[in-house]
């Protein structure tokens, strides 16, 4: 079984920095795009930022704060998040296009989602 976990993630003061992390474990090909999404309380899941090979999208209200980054031969995504603000505090999830062995086949690519890990930025 394939799964994500991420780690990384705890309490910080604002203006902070956090480095969060994504690995990716069991077998699977055909990683595409990995991305963060965040999801506050009370709120709908958004994401933060994608990376497809060297391309980068980042969401509007993290741009020139955070920066997404892959290790492939670790199958494992980054965010590092800088000067991080209270309304930075939410839920992040790791989100990962993968292919997984079907016993005599691959899967066709599919969505996954690790389990989450609390950011929190407070005084």
């Known amino acids: 079984q394939v799964q994500l976990v991420e780690s990384g993630g705890g309490l910080v003061q604002p203006g902070g920095s956090l480095r969060l992390s994504c690995a990716a474990s069991g077998i699977f090909r055909s990683i595409n795009t990995m991305a963060w999404y965040r999801q506050a309380s009370g709120e709908q899941r958004a994401l933060v930022a994608a990376i497809s090979g060297g391309t980068t999208n980042y969401a509007d209200s993290v741009k020139g704060r955070f920066t997404i980054s892959r290790d492939n031969a670790k199958n494992t995504v980054y965010l590092q998040m800088n000067s991080l603000k209270p309304e930075d505090t939410a839920v992040y999830y790791c989100?990962?296009?993968?292919?997984?062995?079907?016993?005599?086949?691959?899967?066709?690519?599919?969505?996954?989602w690790g389990q989450g890990t609390q950011v929190t930025v407070s005084s």
């Open positions: 989100n990962a296009e993968l292919s997984t062995w079907l016993s005599s086949r691959w899967s066709d690519p599919a969505n996954y």
